[in-house]
């Protein structure tokens, strides 16, 4: 029997140590950290004949090699076992990949991109979902990849929102759809450089059968034609701003569709109940994905006007007395962040903070001096963030450490400002005090509802 190592026991891991083992693997997990819900798992999976090692890091110098190592999201691509697997000729993927060898018989609608991914993931299944269609939101979002390759049946169609990490440890991975968001420096630690982020990005989409590009991100823009002739661009500015013949952009409050000469009125802007220019960008890409899937305008409008929105993206959580406490959690680098507070009313009261990402924080030091009455400060960054902000003129900040604090005393300071908005967009991630970006906005959530009721 062949044997297989899947690193790490998150949602992806544990799908894909269940898909190996479904298909006639002997299986071992292997994850270096261990709590009271590992152990459980642990026992879990010991039942389905899946070995779990918990406090363990894989280890290539022993005799009974594994033939394939599957990596979960997370892991970095170059960690030195990796790196020794691979020139020991053993076969090395990411879940997604393995998820792909059993899901290529269906077609892929495949999202990335810097910002914007998860929106647009969200609002591509709620279409596709709204046209009859069984289509999961996968990968980032929703289900891990493994797990919609384990259902009883195949669905009509796979949305994968797929991430940097994910497209690298997936070679063979070619979708029907693809969709390029946003591109900015983010992940640079892991990545190096910018064009080395940009080459793995550009894989999905070389790799796909139709691309679609916002064609109002800057970098994207300025590559343009030039690399992608065949694209669909999209432009929230009109048809003057199109790129190439073909694509989607806004006129008189309608998206439309060009892919001839006769330019087609597709749905209403105003449709879609989300704030920010960012998202009307989100509801082109969204659109063109669909109609390149052949889905009709009535089906497209109905999934438009029933979407909720994503959760910790921009997320209403609470009005109390006039005030509009919104959690922003997912905007875990500076140009989310900047989206976020152009997104909100002002003057707003800003809680920033957590584990700084490297990268370009001039456009979102200049929105808080245009938006921010005060900027409360959290986590790890806030003295490197204090002194940011201290360095172009900005004083009204304050080191709270905890949004524990911040909630109760941006309350007092949106009164104090008669600031209509309190926005948590932290610009970082969250890993010094939280899991994740959803742990650290549902705790917002919660504070701000016990703050509010109390």
């Excluded at 997370?74 to 059993?102: C, F, H, N, S």
């Excluded at 046209?131 to 195949?154: Q, S, T, W």
């Excluded at 999209?234 to 701003?241: A, E, I, N, P």
């Excluded at 001839?260 to 920010?276: D, F, K, Y």
């Amino acid at each position: 029997m062949s044997k297989a190592h899947v690193i790490g026991l998150g949602k992806s891991g544990v799908a894909a140590a269940r898909l190996l083992k479904r298909e006639g693997w002997e299986v071992e997990l292997g994850e270096r950290n261990t709590s009271e819900t590992f152990l459980q798992q642990q026992q879990e999976l010991a039942a389905e004949q899946i070995t779990v090692k918990l406090g363990y890091s894989l280890d290539l110098d022993g005799v009974d090699l594994p033939q394939l190592i599957v990596v979960s999201p997370g892991v970095p691509w170059d960690i030195p076992v990796l790196v020794k697997a691979r020139q020991l000729g053993i076969e090395t993927i990411g879940e997604m990949e393995l998820a792909w060898r059993y899901l290529k018989s269906q077609p892929w609608v495949a999202i990335t991109g810097t910002n914007g991914k998860t929106t647009t993931t969200a609002l591509i299944a709620a279409i596709f979902q709204a046209a009859g269609f069984d289509a999961p939101a996968c990968g980032n979002i929703g289900y891990a990849a493994c797990e919609v390759a384990l259902a009883p049946k195949h669905p009509d169609w796979v949305i994968g929102e797929i991430s940097s990490y994910q497209i690298e440890s997936s070679s063979s991975l070619a979708p029907c759809i693809s969709v390029w968001t946003t591109f900015t420096p983010d992940h640079l630690a892991r990545h190096k450089t910018l064009e080395n982020y940009y080459n793995i990005k550009a894989k999905l989409l070389k790799q796909a059968q139709l691309q679609v590009f916002n064609g109002d991100d800057a970098y994207l823009n300025k590559v343009g034609l030039s690399h992608w002739p065949d694209a669909y661009w999209t432009s929230v500015k009109g048809k003057d701003f199109l790129i190439g013949e073909k694509g989607f952009y806004l006129e008189d409050g309608w998206v439309v569709e060009k892919l001839n000469a006769t330019p087609t009125r597709i749905v209403e802007a105003s449709a879609l109940r989300m704030v920010g220019e960012h998202n009307l960008q989100n509801l082109l890409m969204s659109v063109a994905a669909a109609r390149l899937a052949d889905i009709q305008a009535d089906a497209i409008t109905k999934a438009i006007r029933e979407f909720p929105g994503v959760p910790h993206r921009l997320e209403h959580i609470y009005t109390w007395e006039g005030i509009d406490f919104i959690n922003d959690s997912k905007a875990t680098n500076y140009d989310a962040s900047e989206v976020g507070l152009a997104s909100v009313k002002s003057p707003t009261i800003l809680i920033a903070g957590g584990e700084a990402k490297p990268g370009d924080d001039a456009g979102w030091l200049a929105k808080i001096q245009a938006k921010a009455a005060a900027v409360l400060l959290i986590g790890t960054a806030a003295p490197a963030f204090a002194q940011r902000l201290q360095e172009v003129g900005y004083t009204n900040y304050e080191i709270v450490e905890t949004i524990e604090k911040a909630v109760p005393r941006s309350a007092e300071l949106a009164k104090q400002h008669q600031a209509p908005v309190v926005l948590l967009s932290p610009a970082c991630a969250s890993f010094d005090q939280y899991p994740n970006f959803e742990v650290r906005g549902d705790d917002f959530r919660q504070l701000c509802l016990a703050w509010a009721g109390r």
